[in-house]
């Protein structure tokens, strides 16, 4: 009779103590670099959460045009009462120069909308320019001026501490970045064009990508034959999930701008490009869903009459279902991060106004936020980070998603 060693018994369970122990361990490694990675985007993110405003006293004069832009004027002469002081031209540009740029259009949108207010003060809320929102956040933090590196002049910055000593200046939300479209100034860069160019994206290469990959999987598995053909697609399939995306992007640019003469950085582009890039994740998540499917329950469909095809549509589709959803979910979520395939097709332009259809001129999250760490501007850094922390935020649900319906659709054979 065989008689265990007591010692090489407590080795086992020692190895296989130390086993769990580490795997433990890199787990919650793992987990400590990602709260790093999301902690670190969410740090830098906060500046662009909150932006700074002038309360100004606008006089409208009773016999102004509603029709002309009469912003301009009407702003600099309203921070220059604030100023009587101020004489020369050199100070009175400084001095209207600490405002945004947008702030004339807003004003000039008030008054046609509001024709009652001519020959009246209004009280406005003057968004303030960039270096004049990074010199005000360094101003919280230290009392001494001198101190602080700003791209302002002197005569800047004392107006600026003065008018923040006043109460004239309040801090709010930045609701601009979640309205505006993309801009050369950071007080106005948003980023709402973004978001809706990667749905369009999305969406395109979701019509596009799910239904051919679900019926190429399922004619693979249910009824290709098994030949030197079939053979030969398979290899390509598993092939193309493994090239780098920028092949696909110079293939999408040759094929579909260059030889159709599609519209250049258009929605319809970017998705059709993602479609290919995401169509063999799709048909190796779906082929292997199918697989899952035990042979007795089409063999029982067989049995009792049914085709070849209402087996497949009625059975092993439904069936697969959930495995074929988690595996496009996840292949939509990789499509959403790619930002290389989407540079060759000129979606990296400078794009300011939002898409309103699938052939306007647009760019995606990723893109958005290549450009802007790109820029020179420091606000542009924070405005990067929250963009980042929106997408990551994106990726984390749709694959939520995607484990939500494997856990509740799921069924063990």
Request: net charge positive.
């Given at each position: 009779?065989?008689?265990?060693?007591?010692r090489?018994?407590?080795?086992?369970?020692f190895?296989?103590?130390?086993?769990?122990?580490l795997?433990?361990?890199?787990?919650?490694?793992?987990?400590?670099?990602?709260?790093?990675?999301?902690?670190?985007?969410?740090?830098?993110?906060?500046?662009?959460?909150?932006?700074s405003y002038?309360?100004?006293?606008v006089?409208?004069?009773?016999?102004?045009?509603?029709?002309?832009?009469?912003?301009?004027?009407?702003?600099?002469?309203?921070?220059f009462?604030?100023?009587?002081?101020?004489?020369?031209?050199?100070?009175?540009?400084?001095?209207?120069a600490?405002?945004?740029?947008?702030?004339?259009?807003?004003?000039?949108?008030?008054?046609?909308n509001n024709?009652?207010?001519?020959?009246?003060?209004?009280?406005?809320k003057?968004l303030?320019?960039?270096?004049?929102?990074?010199?005000?956040?360094?101003?919280?933090?230290?009392?001494?001026v001198?101190?602080?590196?700003?791209?302002?002049?002197?005569?800047?910055?004392?107006a600026?501490s003065?008018?923040?000593?006043?109460?004239?200046?309040?801090?709010?939300?930045?609701?601009?970045?979640?309205?505006?479209?993309?801009?050369?100034?950071?007080?106005?860069a948003?980023?709402?064009?973004?978001?809706?160019?990667?749905?369009?994206?999305?969406?395109?290469?979701l019509?596009i990508?799910?239904?051919?990959?679900?019926?190429?999987?399922?004619?693979?598995?249910?009824?290709a034959?098994?030949?030197?053909?079939?053979e030969?697609?398979?290899?390509?399939?598993?092939?193309?999930?493994?090239?780098p995306?920028?092949?696909?992007?110079?293939?999408?640019?040759?094929?579909?701008i260059?030889?159709?003469?599609?519209?250049?950085?258009?929605?319809?582009?970017?998705?059709?490009?993602?479609?290919?890039?995401?169509?063999?994740?799709?048909?190796?998540?779906?082929?292997?869903?199918?697989k899952?499917?035990?042979?007795?329950?089409?063999?029982?469909?067989?049995?009792?009459?049914?085709?070849?095809?209402?087996?497949?549509?009625?059975?092993?589709?439904?069936?697969s279902?959930?495995?074929?959803?988690?595996?496009?979910?996840?292949?939509?979520?990789?499509?959403?991060?790619e930002?290389?395939p989407?540079?060759?097709?000129?979606?990296?332009a400078?794009?300011?106004?939002i898409?309103?259809?699938?052939?306007?001129s647009?760019?995606?999250?990723?893109?958005?936020?290549?450009?802007?760490?790109?820029?020179?501007?420091?606000s542009?850094?924070a405005?990067?980070?929250?963009?980042?922390?929106?997408?990551v935020?994106?990726?984390?649900?749709?694959?939520?998603?995607?484990?939500?319906?494997?856990?509740?659709?799921?069924?063990?054979?």
């Open positions: 009779m065989y008689k265990i060693n007591p090489q018994l407590r080795m086992r369970y190895k296989e103590k130390c086993l769990r122990v795997c433990v361990l890199s787990l919650l490694i793992s987990l400590c670099f990602l709260i790093t990675l999301i902690g670190s985007i969410a740090y830098k993110s906060i500046p662009a959460l909150t932006t002038l309360t100004i006293d006089s409208i004069p009773a016999t102004l045009d509603a029709s002309k832009d009469n912003g301009r004027n009407l702003l600099r002469n309203a921070i009462q604030l100023f009587p002081d101020t004489k020369t031209r050199k100070k009175k540009k400084a001095l209207y600490l405002l945004s740029f947008s702030n004339e259009t807003q004003l000039n949108t008030i008054i046609r024709t009652e207010f001519i020959g009246r003060t209004i009280q406005f003057a303030l320019s960039d270096n004049s929102t990074h010199f005000l956040r360094k101003l919280d933090n230290t009392n001494d001198k101190k602080i590196t700003t791209k302002l002049s002197t005569y800047q910055q004392s600026l003065s008018l923040y000593e006043e109460g004239y200046i309040s801090w709010h939300f930045n609701t601009v970045f979640f309205t505006n479209g993309d801009s050369r100034e950071p007080e106005n948003g980023i709402i064009g973004a978001i809706i160019g990667s749905i369009y994206v999305l969406g395109i290469t019509l990508s799910l239904p051919v990959g679900v019926a190429a999987a399922l004619y693979l598995e249910e009824f034959a098994r030949n030197r053909f079939t030969i697609i398979e290899i390509n399939i598993n092939n193309l999930a493994a090239v995306s920028i092949v696909f992007g110079l293939l999408g640019l040759n094929l579909f260059n030889h159709f003469s599609l519209a250049r950085s258009s929605s319809i582009v970017g998705g059709l490009i993602l479609s290919l890039l995401t169509l063999p994740v799709i048909i190796i998540a779906s082929r292997s869903a199918i899952a499917i035990p042979v007795s329950i089409k063999h029982g469909a067989l049995a009792l009459g049914a085709s070849p095809v209402q087996v497949a549509l009625h059975h092993t589709f439904v069936l279902l959930p495995g074929i959803l988690t595996g496009s979910i996840i292949g939509m979520a990789r499509a959403l991060g930002s290389a989407l540079l060759m097709i000129g979606m990296v400078f794009i300011a106004d898409p309103r259809t699938i052939t306007d647009a760019t995606v999250l990723p893109v958005q936020i290549f450009i802007w760490s790109d820029s020179p501007e420091r542009f850094e405005l990067s980070s929250l963009a980042s922390l929106i997408l935020i994106f990726l984390i649900a749709m694959n939520a998603v995607a484990i939500y319906l494997r856990k509740k659709y799921e069924k063990k054979w």
